[in-house]
Nanobody, 119 residues
């Protein structure tokens, strides 16, 4: 089991940027896949981005390509999601999740961090 703690959410104006962090504890970080998901009010949780720590491959949904960047710091067991050019449609609770079977993982979840983008 991996424990995950997200941070970095907040309120930002449209066009602004935020960087989310997902700090993981556990001995399997370097072989895990870490994914970011989001859930807007009244909507289902959806995948956003994912990184496979074993081979470095990254994945993005179309709506965030070119704006969001996922990265991993194995020394800190932390995955980051740099979010640029934010728009109100990005408003959601953002969750990270980990797993051992590639992207997009769903084994272990963090508690979520709120991102609100004002117009």
């Amino acid at each position: 089991e991996v424990q995950l703690v997200e941070s970095g959410g907040g309120l930002v104006q449209a066009g602004g940027s935020l960087r989310l962090s997902c700090a993981a504890s556990g001995s399997t970080f370097e072989s895990s896949a870490i994914g970011w998901y989001r859930q807007a009010p009244g909507k289902a949780r959806e995948p956003v981005s994912c990184i496979s720590n074993s081979d470095g491959h990254t994945y993005y949904v179309d709506s965030v390509k070119g704006r969001f960047t996922i990265s991993s710091d194995n020394a800190k067991s932390t995955v980051y999601l740099q979010m640029n050019s934010l728009n109100p449609e990005d408003t959601a609770v953002y969750y990270c999740a980990a797993g051992s079977w590639g992207c997009y993982p769903t084994d272990d979840w963090g508690q979520g961090t709120q991102v609100t983008v004002s117009s």
